[in-house]
T-cell receptor
Framework: DTEVTQTPKHLVMGMTNKKSLKCEQH?????MYWYKQKAKKPPELMFVYSYEKLSINESVPSRFSPECPNSSLLNLHLHALQPEDSALYLCASSPGDGAAYEQYFGPGTRLTVT | GQNIDQPTEMTATEGAIVQINCTYQTSGFNGLFWYQQHAGEAPTFLSY????GLEEKGRFSSFLSRSKGYSYLLLKELQMKDSASYLC????????????FGKGTRLSVIA
């Protein structure tokens, strides 16, 4: 299994809703990432988990809450989002968080906040 | 600071060769990645350079010059399916961010 899976593929939510994005990998990777990507822009790093511990939070608003229940799973809990949070949310993983490791990206969740 | 520059858009003809340049200025350097991203899809890994020189992989090659802060991605025998965005990303181990992405180059391959 050499892929990163994400669910759901598409999500439409209101500003008062609470929802979660899920990411899973079974490659034994120890680093997992959340990125946000707006149209025609590069991915922007949000969070990094290394060995199931949050190692980087790129000053992301608290309405985004990451969770790493185990080494294969990564969640992103969403609450009270704004329309400008509409974007493609990408999950990625790599064997470690060291220099030479390429990141494997999931297909993303396209989020629309109404 | 961190700055990665690449052209915004390029157009090339099917069967031709195209070179996409990337220049970077980062506090530290620990490798450069090229990713391909089709519209609405996730980025996929193309190449990794950490030492100077050319890495060849099929129709794609990537070159790095650390002294010049410069890399290019060379695509040969272009096919229509190569129309995509190409992202240059630098690993800056001195910063907090594991991978810094450039804005990407949108390549259109025309018949």
């Amino acid at each position: 299994d050499t892929e990163v899976t994400q669910t759901p593929k598409h999500l439409v939510m209101g500003m008062t809703n609470k929802k979660s994005l899920k990411c899973e990998q079974h490659m034994g990777h120890r680093a997992m990432y959340w990125y946000k990507q707006k149209a025609k822009k590069p991915p922007e790093l949000m969070f990094v988990y290394s060995y199931e511990k949050l190692s980087i939070n790129e000053s992301v608003p608290s309405r985004f809450s990451p969770e790493c229940p185990n080494s294969s799973l990564l969640n992103l809990h969403l609450h009270a989002l704004q329309p400008e949070d509409s974007a493609l949310y990408l999950c990625a993983s790599s064997p470690g968080d060291g220099a030479a490791y390429e990141q494997y990206f999931g297909p993303g969740t396209r989020l629309t906040v109404t | 600071g961190q700055n990665i520059d690449q052209p915004t858009e390029m157009t090339a003809t099917e069967g031709a060769i195209v070179q996409i340049n990337c220049t970077y200025q980062t506090s530290g350097f620990n490798g450069l990645f090229w990713y391909q991203q089709h519209a609405g899809e996730a980025p996929t890994f193309l190449s990794y350079n950490v030492l100077d020189g050319l890495e060849e992989k099929g129709r794609f090659s990537s070159f790095l010059s650390r002294s010049k802060g410069y890399s290019y991605l060379l695509l040969k025998e272009l096919q229509m399916k190569d129309s995509a965005s190409y992202l240059c990303a630098v690993r800056d181990h001195t910063g907090n961010t594991p991978l810094v992405f450039g804005k990407g180059t949108r390549l259109s391959v025309i018949a």
